[in-house]
């Protein structure tokens, strides 16, 4: 008979445990991905809620000194202004509170007057 085909008794039993327990194995699973749960959204603000006054037109007289656009800065000074204004130079850093009451003149990259409103 051949070497082969006479296997020990003894090494049958591990044999046999090695072949069951190789049929057991499994293969590692995909991660499971945890649905995502977005938080509320808060709803936007309504016009009556949104905390910006009303912008009432040119309560400051603005456009009074309209005529001065396209002058140096240097002007405003002269002009005899007796109630609050502001000058605003070009990406100049502005307060957010808004005077209607108040003029705002805006100044360009080399420092004209671009533009006078109210604010």
């Known amino acids: 008979m051949n070497n082969f085909m ?13 072949l069951a327990l190789a049929g057991c194995v499994v ?16 709803p936007l603000p309504t016009a009556s809620d949104d905390g910006l006054q009303e912008r009432k037109p040119d309560l400051c007289k603005a456009s009074t000194y309209s005529g001065q656009i396209g ?6 000074a002269g002009l005899g202004i007796e109630r609050d204004y502001r000058i ?3 990406r100049g850093i502005e307060p957010q509170e808004y005077d209607p009451n108040r003029i705002v003149f805006r100044l360009d990259a080399s420092g004209n007057i671009s533009g006078v409103d109210c604010g």
């Open 6 to 18: 006479m296997i020990k008794p003894r090494f049958l039993a591990p044999l046999a445990a090695a």
């Open 27 to 42: 293969a590692p699973r995909a991660p499971v991905e945890e649905a995502v749960v977005n938080p509320p959204v808060a």
């Open 71 to 76: 002058q140096p800065g240097s002007v405003i």
């Open 88 to 90: 605003v130079e070009y």
